[in-house]
């Protein structure tokens, strides 16, 4: 008689996993969780003696080809960081503060030491952001993704008072660019990283490149940094117009995401040091300077608008909270989109 373990499903691996992740959620509990992880959803119950009007906003991302990465240097550690990085980074352009964050695991086989470091990195992400862990999914699907292969999401909500909600319609003429610097790559841009540096270049996750002091693989899986506790204290002191994630696309896409229409940026691009991991990509896949800016964050993560009389007083309260921050550029009346200045 045929099981459903004979088509490749482990059921009892995925109890074991939900075991083992009980203790990653519980550290992460806010005191609005009403359940634990097992029911068939997560309970959130909004303080109301907080929110005079409070809004919810959802985001829902990936880490990308980045876990062909983890995938290659058999570590698995970063990427739940990644994953909750990537959602929560979007929620605070809108001015919100992430509430819960749920994952989306897919496999063809479950691994659980895999799976269970995967949900680690998440659960620590979800300490970085000041959320918790509500809940997710594990799905073993054989037939669908080989052995050893998997794919990674995740969905996040968060919550801000409706007039405090971030609009482009902030944003005026002679407001400053505060970049805020990256860890690296962050989770973008991976699928060029990965044919210039392994194709082309020939190089291997363990190769430690000249002037690196760390395998590349460490290199190239350093977690997503996370914002949110350092824009939300910024918000309390600091008049803040707009706020842009650097994500996938880079300046040219999400830049002007946050501007009004007449409006451009000119940033500097001499106003910060450029990382070596984003030289070494450029230098060995001898990839154009306006592709790079156009596909990789080169170094800033995260860009906060600000008058230009609160620049300053941004600049030192982000650095107090252990953010590398730089004035980069400004706004000016335009046709729109990202000006480049040298």
Same mark, same amino acid.
């Given at each position: 008689?045929?099981?459903?373990?004979?088509?490749?499903?482990?059921?009892?691996?995925?109890?074991?996993?939900?075991?083992?992740?009980?203790?990653?959620?519980?550290?992460?509990?806010?005191?609005?969780?009403?359940?634990?992880?097992?029911?068939?959803?997560?309970?959130?119950?909004?303080?109301?003696?907080?929110?005079?009007?409070?809004?919810?906003?959802?985001?829902?991302?990936?880490?990308?080809?980045?876990?062909?990465?983890?995938?290659?240097?058999?570590?698995?550690?970063?990427?739940?960081?990644?994953?909750?990085?990537?959602?929560?980074?979007?929620?605070?352009?809108?001015?919100?503060?992430?509430?819960?964050?749920?994952?989306?695991?897919?496999?063809?086989?479950?691994?659980?030491?895999?799976?269970?470091?995967?949900?680690?990195?998440?659960?620590?992400?979800?300490?970085?952001?000041?959320?918790?862990?509500?809940?997710?999914?594990?799905?073993?699907?054989?037939?669908?993704?080989?052995?050893?292969? /998997? @794919?990674? +999401? $995740?969905? #996040?909500?968060?919550?801000?008072?409706?007039?405090?909600?971030?609009?482009? %319609?902030? =944003?005026?003429?002679?407001?400053?660019?505060?970049?805020?610097?990256?860890?690296?790559?962050?989770?973008?841009?991976?699928?060029?990283?990965?044919?210039?540096? /392994? @194709?082309? +270049? $020939?190089? #291997?996750?363990?190769?430690?490149?000249?002037?690196?002091?760390?395998?590349? %693989?460490? =290199?190239?899986?350093?977690?997503?940094?996370?914002?949110?506790?350092?824009?939300?204290?910024?918000?309390?002191?600091?008049?803040?117009?707009?706020?842009?994630?650097?994500?996938?696309?880079?300046? #040219?896409?999400?830049?002007?995401?946050?501007?009004?229409?007449?409006?451009?940026?000119?940033?500097?691009?001499?106003?910060?040091?450029?990382?070596?991991?984003?030289?070494?990509?450029?230098?060995?896949?001898?990839?154009?300077?306006?592709?790079?800016?156009?596909?990789?964050?080169?170094?800033?993560?995260?860009?906060?608008?600000?008058?230009?009389?609160?620049?300053?007083?941004?600049?030192?309260?982000?650095?107090?909270?252990?953010?590398?921050?730089?004035?980069?550029?400004?706004?000016?009346?335009?046709?729109?989109?990202?000006?480049?200045?040298?």
């Amino acid at each position: 008689m045929m099981k459903y373990s004979d088509a490749g499903v482990n059921v009892e691996a995925a109890k074991e996993l939900v075991q083992r992740i009980l203790p990653l959620a519980a550290a992460t509990r806010r005191p609005e969780v009403l359940d634990e992880i097992g029911g068939f959803a997560g309970a959130f119950c909004i303080d109301r003696s907080r929110w005079r009007e409070p809004v919810l906003l959802g985001a829902a991302d990936g880490v990308g080809t980045k876990i062909k990465i983890a995938e290659m240097a058999g570590r698995f550690d970063t990427i739940g960081i990644d994953l909750v990085a990537m959602n929560v980074n979007d929620l605070i352009c809108q001015g919100a503060e992430p509430l819960f964050f749920l994952d989306y695991l897919a496999v063809g086989k479950l691994e659980v030491p895999v799976a269970e470091s995967i949900v680690e990195g998440i659960a620590q992400g979800c300490q970085l952001a000041g959320c918790a862990l509500l809940g997710g999914e594990t799905a073993e699907m054989p037939d669908v993704y080989e052995p050893g292969a /998997f @794919d990674l +999401a $995740g969905f #996040a909500v968060g919550i801000a008072e409706r007039d405090r909600l971030l609009h482009p %319609s902030m =944003v005026r003429p002679g407001d400053v660019l505060i970049g805020l610097s990256s860890s690296g790559l962050h989770s973008c841009g991976y699928a060029l990283v990965r044919r210039v540096l /392994f @194709d082309v +270049a $020939g190089l #291997a996750p363990s190769d430690t490149p000249q002037g690196f002091g760390r395998p590349l %693989s460490d =290199v190239l899986l350093e977690p997503t940094r996370i914002y949110v506790k350092s824009i939300l204290s910024l918000r309390e002191c600091v008049e803040v117009h707009g706020i842009v994630h650097v994500t996938t696309g880079a300046f #040219a896409k999400n830049v002007p995401r946050a501007l009004p229409p007449g409006m451009q940026a000119d940033i500097h691009r001499s106003a910060w040091e450029v990382p070596p991991v984003f030289r070494l990509v450029q230098e060995r896949g001898g990839v154009d300077e306006a592709e790079m800016y156009a596909t990789l964050n080169m170094g800033i993560g995260m860009i906060v608008i600000v008058p230009q009389a609160d620049a300053d007083e941004c600049m030192a309260h982000l650095s107090a909270s252990g953010e590398g921050a730089t004035l980069i550029g400004r706004v000016s009346e335009g046709d729109g989109g990202v000006v480049f200045i040298d």
